[in-house]
Nanobody
């Protein structure tokens, strides 16, 4: 089972930027379509951005034009660069495969607040 470790979250003001990272075991980014998901308090987990091993990317409408998903296969790391952050982007962010594995990492908290 692939294991995920998310990091880089924090507190940022509206309009600010933040980049979060995900490392995964077993060459996941070369083998699988991968994605960033997020879960806000009281809401269901949603897919935010996805990337194939060939680096084809797709984004949820709510983040299109503001978020960029990338992978570094040498470092076995996936990134989510977030710009023009909004209060509604506040959530715990997770990485996982598309479709998801059963096991999730601990996630990284992103809080957008003035």
């Amino acid at each position: 089972q692939v294991q995920f470790v998310e990091s880089g979250g924090g507190l940022v003001k509206p309009g600010g930027s933040l980049t979060i990272s995900c490392t995964a075991s077993e060459n996941a980014f070369s083998r699988f379509e991968m994605a960033w998901y997020r879960q806000a308090p009281g809401k269901q987990r949603e897919l935010v951005a996805r990337i194939t091993p060939g680096r084809t990317r797709n984004y949820a409408d709510s983040v299109k034009g503001r978020f960029t998903i990338t992978t570094d296969k040498v470092k076995n790391t996936m990134y989510l660069q977030m710009k023009s952050l909004k209060v509604e982007d506040t959530a715990v962010y997770y990485c996982n495969r598309v479709p998801t594995f059963t096991a999730w990492g601990q996630g990284t908290q992103v809080t957008v607040s003035s």
